[in-house]
């Protein structure tokens, strides 16, 4: 392979989020691992700081674009988003033609609408690190326009994705689905995110979960759960790590349930370390989820994970009753009881977080890459 240089693009890397987090990861590997020369363009960065530690041979490039206005009116605001993405899209092609990548790829942004269309010459590749349950669960409208804007859209998504050489996707039950509307589509997990990671004793009386304080992750249901978990266990504790829009509902709500000794919302960090290894069960309520890299994260550590069998991230990383429990999404009542169960048996913990170690060994980063490696060989020869 003469030309080794691949080009990331997301709108920033400031985030704490997975997709930076993993993008991070890969692109270091890449570079210090197989010489591969990165560029990680971003449009959105300004002067935010990148929050996860890249090699220091990787070049990152801010296009800094300023955020499109918002208006009042639809039209408006439709107009605006056209212009941002016909100058992202000028932008975007005049950096591609500078730098000439053999590979570009899409993270899911913004970009990914319009990278696929240009004429630079180098391979376009589109990863997305959601999965499809996504659009069911947005789709879901009983409003008619809605639903039929909703229709047009993912038409559109569809279209955008055909224009790449691979829709790369993190699970088999995502490719199943996609492959019915592409031709182009492959799968490729993430890998494990931390390095070496000390197994729990699964000893302290703490569960935890980590996402955004969205309501597509469901921490409300959890909360819910949890008043009811903690009249039959008050000595045990929830954490919730992440950020978002929820926090002051998620606040009231633990407030007015009398949670305020048993729940902790606490700040994202980079440093995961001894918040996984200090926990005894992960839990998690999303409504949909992708390749959660959390989950993983918590294998890593030995812990077992009770979550809902949303699609289709959950039941790629969990073998129920081998290394966790998948629970039917809504019900409330059968999450409560496996989540009890598991606190009243520390046998049991320790059975089901020992198979969560020997399961997340499959996802090992040597062997991820080793995918990407081939796969970036082979669009290249070909």
């Known amino acids: 392979m003469k030309n080794k240089r691949i080009l990331y693009c997301f709108h920033s890397l400031s985030s704490h989020g997975g997709v930076e987090k993993i993008v991070s990861l890969k692109a270091n590997y890449l570079a210090s691992k197989f010489g591969y020369e990165i560029f990680i363009v971003t449009y959105a960065q300004f002067d935010k700081e990148i929050f996860f530690k890249l090699d220091p041979s990787i070049r990152v490039i801010n296009l800094d674009i300023p955020k499109k206005k918002v208006h009042k009116s639809r039209f408006l605001n439709y107009l605006a988003l056209k212009k941002y993405k016909k100058e992202l899209a000028k932008k975007l092609f005049d950096t591609l033609l500078t730098y000439k990548p053999a590979l570009s790829i899409s993270?899911?942004?913004?970009?990914?609408?319009?990278?696929?269309k240009l004429k630079d010459g180098s391979i376009k590749i589109a990863e997305y690190h959601v999965t499809i349950g996504?659009?069911?669960?947005f789709n879901k409208s009983n409003s008619f326009f809605k639903s039929l804007r909703n229709k047009l859209y993912f038409r559109q998504f569809i279209h955008y994705?055909?224009?790449?050489?691979?829709?790369i996707v993190l699970t088999d039950g995502d490719k199943e689905e996609w492959s019915r509307y592409l031709?182009?589509?492959?799968?490729?997990?993430?890998?494990?995110?931390?390095?070496e990671a000390i197994l729990s004793t699964l000893d302290n009386k703490k569960v935890i979960a980590v996402g955004r304080y969205e309501p597509e992750k469901g921490f409300d249901e959890?909360?819910?759960?949890?008043?009811?978990?903690i009249l039959i266990y008050p000595d045990w504790k929830l954490y919730i790590k992440?950020?978002?829009?929820?926090?002051?509902?998620?606040?009231k709500f633990i407030k007015d349930h009398h949670m305020d000794e048993s729940v902790v919302l606490e700040e994202p960090s980079v440093d995961m370390l001894?918040?996984?290894k200090d926990s005894a069960i992960f839990v998690s309520t999303s409504k949909f989820e992708g390749f959660s890299l959390v989950i993983l994260e918590a294998m890593t550590f030995g812990i077992p994970i009770i979550s809902f069998n949303c699609k289709h991230g959950p039941a790629t990383l969990i073998e129920n009753g081998f290394n966790g429990y998948l629970i039917t999404p809504g019900d409330n009542d059968g999450f409560t009881n496996m989540l009890q169960k598991l606190m009243s048996d520390s046998n049991l913990r320790k059975e089901l977080g020992n198979n969560s170690k020997i399961k997340s060994n499959i996802y090992d980063i040597d062997?991820?890459?080793?995918?990407w490696d081939e796969l970036l060989v082979f669009l290249t020869k070909n």
């Open 367 to 371: 062997f991820i890459m080793k995918q």
């Open 242 to 251: 992440g950020s978002g829009s929820q926090k002051t509902y998620y606040n």
């Open 183 to 195: 031709d182009n589509v492959e799968v490729i997990a993430n890998p494990i995110t931390i390095g």
């Open 107 to 116: 993270l899911g942004g913004l970009e990914f609408e319009v990278l696929g």
């Open 222 to 229: 959890l909360l819910r759960i949890w008043s009811k978990i």
């Open 274 to 276: 001894e918040f996984y």
């Open 161 to 167: 994705a055909s224009t790449y050489s691979r829709f």
């Open 134 to 137: 996504f659009f069911e669960y």
